[in-house]
């Protein structure tokens, strides 16, 4: 069963959102909060395996949110709701450490966006996929390796420097205290912020950029 908790700050939507994964077998509401300021205490208290979430909601937006989130120890993939195909803030969003986002009109996405992140993949929107790609290639990314690992979350450094040492998913996840599905949430976003290949590649970045020092 995946635990599922909702941040959206329409009460129609959220129902709607709710009821949709209330009718999938696999898929458990958790929690439900109306406001960004909420969702690291929604995460908190529930302790969901992935967090739905609006991209636009008042106060605290859903990349701050997002960022918040990403930066505890045990974060959950977060998962954005956005209604347009051209959303600029989804790029923002991704960089923050979104999982992957759903477009609204598209709900018979969101279960298996949600397995998708749930397993530490990314997910994106099938018809806008090539544009936010595009964006974010055409971003400006500094060639220093130790500027590039310096954008990376402390817990995402931490994660890095362990896998540069060789462990495996499992020996992460024991090291770490948490479970093998929020290791790969990690290395995802590690992968994907940092622009490596593989695990290889970032294992020669933790190197490279001073964050390991061979002994």
């Not at 636009?56 to 120890?73: F, H, K, N, S």
């Not at 790029?91 to 709900?107: C, F, S």
């Not at 055409?138 to 060639?143: A, N």
């Amino acid at each position: 069963m995946i635990r599922v908790a909702i941040v959206e700050d329409d009460p129609l939507i959220r129902a709607g959102v709710a009821a949709v994964l209330g009718s999938e077998a696999d898929l458990s509401v958790v929690g439900q909060g109306s406001d960004g300021d909420e969702a690291g205490a929604l995460v908190e208290a529930c302790r969901p395996d992935v967090l739905v979430m609006d991209i636009r909601m008042p106060r605290l937006d859903g990349i701050e949110a997002t960022r918040a989130v990403c930066a505890t120890d045990a974060a959950p993939p977060v998962l954005l709701l956005t209604t347009f195909d051209g959303d600029p803030d989804v790029v923002a969003a991704l960089r923050a450490g979104a999982a992957g986002y759903v477009l609204k009109r598209h709900p018979d996405d969101l279960a298996p966006a949600i397995r998708r992140v749930a397993d530490g993949e990314v997910w994106l929107d099938p018809a806008v996929a090539g544009q936010v790609l595009a964006a974010l290639a055409s971003l400006p990314v500094s060639g220093s390796p130790s500027v590039v690992v310096a954008g990376l979350t402390a817990r995402e450094r931490e994660v890095l420097a362990l896998l540069a040492e060789g462990l495996s998913n499992t020996e992460l996840a024991e090291r770490l205290f948490v479970g093998v599905g929020t290791i790969k949430t990690h290395i995802s976003r590690i992968l994907f912020k940092t622009g490596c290949r593989d695990r290889a590649q970032a294992t020669a970045l933790a190197f490279t950029s001073g964050l390991v020092v061979v002994r």
